[in-house]
């Protein structure tokens, strides 16, 4: 997909908890879990 992955400025492919969409989606995630969880 990304095809210069070394460029100045590119984001690791890593989890950024300083983003806020990816604090958001991992929230929505545990919630989900917990829901379906016994």
Do not use: E
Not at 6 to 35: E, K
Request: hydrophobic residues 40%; aromatic residues 2%; charged residues 20%.
């Amino acid at each position: 997909m990304d095809r210069y992955p070394n460029a100045p400025g590119h984001r690791a492919h890593t989890v950024d908890t300083s983003d806020p969409q990816t604090l958001v989606a991992l929230v929505g995630a545990a919630s989900r879990l917990r829901a379906v969880a016994p």
